[in-house]
């Protein structure tokens, strides 16, 4: 039982250039989420999931992309990406009805 | 989803007891309230949730006035590894956390 799974652990890019994380959890969770944390900061609510073939947008969504065809796997795509983007992703899943989230080690992302 | 407020940071001492209160005053009839734990470079780690009342778990307990305007976790003789961020949420549901800043716990030793 892995848990939440995220790679790449470490990824630079170009501005412009597109990439895909990848998230998975082997919890059979309905619920998956994404998130940001830049330099001391909280967490900001990318986009999240409640169950396959739904998603829906959270805090800050603009430049991104996601999609849930199974309940394992919940990718996020950057478009194009920008220095702005520059930060620690967190992907999250968790249980209906139970708020206890279980968070990946997460995906350091420089853009450049 | 309710806005929450803590301190921004803490101090304390290896073997003391650490109080760190969240105000959330527009919480609403049905949201629970839940604390996670952050160490540099992880992610978040749930701790524990409370509706009401007194809640305690093997890593910290948390008190819930009868108002549930507030909230206080506390973590009983803290150590060196407790030195982390501690967040409070309240009304997180469907897989949606709403994160504030905070409260970045030191520990001395």
Not at chain 1, 79 to 105: I, M
Not at chain 2, 80 to 107: N, P, R
């Amino acid at each position: 039982n892995a848990g939440v799974t995220q790679t790449p652990k470490f990824q630079v890019l170009k501005t412009g250039q597109s990439m895909t994380l990848q998230c998975a959890q082997d919890m059979n969770h309905e619920y998956m989420s994404w998130y940001r944390q830049d330099p001391g900061m909280g967490l900001r609510l990318i986009h999240y999931s409640v169950g396959a073939g739904i998603t829906d947008q959270g805090e800050v969504p603009n430049g991104y992309n996601v999609s849930r065809s199974t309940t394992e796997d919940f990718p996020l795509r950057l478009l194009s990406a920008a220095p702005s983007q520059t930060s620690v992703y967190f992907c999250a899943s968790s249980n209906f009805g139970n708020t206890e989230a279980f968070f990946g080690q997460g995906t350091r992302l420089t853009v450049v | 989803l309710a806005k929450t407020t803590q301190p921004i940071s803490m101090d304390s001492y290896e073997g003391q007891e650490v109080n760190i209160t969240c105000s959330h005053n527009n919480i609403a009839t049905n949201d629970y309230i839940t604390w996670y734990q952050q160490f540099p470079s992880q992610g978040p780690r749930f701790i524990i949730q409370g509706y009401k009342t007194k809640v305690t778990n093997e890593v910290a307990s948390l008190f819930i006035p009868a108002d549930r305007k507030s909230s206080t976790l506390s973590l009983p003789r803290v150590s060196l590894s407790d030195t982390a961020v501690y967040y409070c949420l309240v009304g997180a549901q469907g897989g949606k956390l709403i994160f504030g800043q905070g409260t970045e716990l030191s520990v001395k030793p």
